[in-house]
T-cell receptor, first 116, second 114 residues
Framework: AQSVTQPDIHITVSEGASLELRCNYSYGATPYLFWYVQSPGQGLQLLLKYFSGDTLVQGIKGFEAEFKRSQSSFNLRKPSVHWSDAAEYFCAGGSPTNFGNEKLTFGTGTRLTIIP | DGGITQSPKYLFRKEGQNVTLSCEQNLNHDAMYWYRQDPGQGLRLIYYSQIVNDFQKGDIAEGYSVSREKKESFPLTVTSAQKNPTAFYLC?????????????FGEGSRLTVL
């Protein structure tokens, strides 16, 4: 079955430190992959997406993600976090062989806390 | 500005009552979706619609109903048959052709059953 897994439920990082949020996928073919961010009580905002081509994807707010086929991963990174990055982050995947947004599978999310 | 508007933001319901959550988009998107979000469970698809007057069940449609009479509107009714309706509900939309499949989300509606 197609799935997206975020192994970390909660991560705490000091302000100014680097960040990496993990996302693993299980698809028969290379999936479409997305990272979304959600502030408390708000909707989701797209940070970045991967469809094909360059495996290092740049997004908004200084985030980037790297698609690694050998590790079935699409980890989100930021070199230096700001207090405003505290939020919940969702990885999502869709199958290119049966593409439709109704087929998107979301991970369970990683809550990011930033400490001074 | 283009976007998705959900209302109300907060809603309280007594057991046995039906409630309707509104979702309107002015992005001219073909497809619209309703998701339910519970802590630690990510987003689960309730219903989606790719065209006016047509909609499909998602993974957890039981106890919910929708309509799509206009392209810009996709209201969700939480019926009394939904056993555990307290949750955060998110509406989303997307364009189906010539795009990379990005979902645009509203700000959500929090339903609490008293």
């Amino acid at each position: 079955a197609q799935s997206v897994t975020q192994p970390d439920i909660h991560i705490t990082v000091s302000e100014g430190a680097s960040l990496e949020l993990r996302c693993n996928y299980s698809y028969g073919a290379t999936p479409y992959l997305f990272w979304y961010v959600q502030s408390p009580g708000q909707g989701l905002q797209l940070l970045l997406k991967y469809f094909s081509g360059d495996t290092l994807v740049q997004g908004i707010k200084g985030f980037e993600a790297e698609f690694k086929r050998s590790q079935s991963s699409f980890n989100l990174r930021k070199p230096s976090v700001h207090w405003s990055d505290a939020a919940e982050y969702f990885c999502a995947g869709g199958s290119p062989t049966n593409f439709g947004n109704e087929k998107l599978t979301f991970g369970t999310g990683t809550r990011l806390t930033i400490i001074p | 500005d283009g976007g998705i508007t959900q209302s109300p933001k907060y809603l309280f319901r007594k057991e046995g009552q039906n409630v309707t959550l509104s979702c309107e988009q002015n992005l001219n998107h073909d497809a619209m979706y309703w998701y339910r979000q519970d802590p630690g469970q990510g987003l689960r698809l309730i219903y989606y619609s790719q065209i006016v007057n047509d909609f499909q069940k998602g993974d957890i449609a039981e106890g919910y109903s929708v309509s799509r009479e206009k392209k810009e509107s996709f209201p969700l009714t939480v019926t009394s048959a939904q056993k555990n309706p307290t949750a955060f509900y998110l509406c989303a939309s997307s364009q189906l052709t010539g795009t990379s499949g990005e979902l645009f989300f509203g700000e959500g509606s929090r339903l609490t059953v008293l």
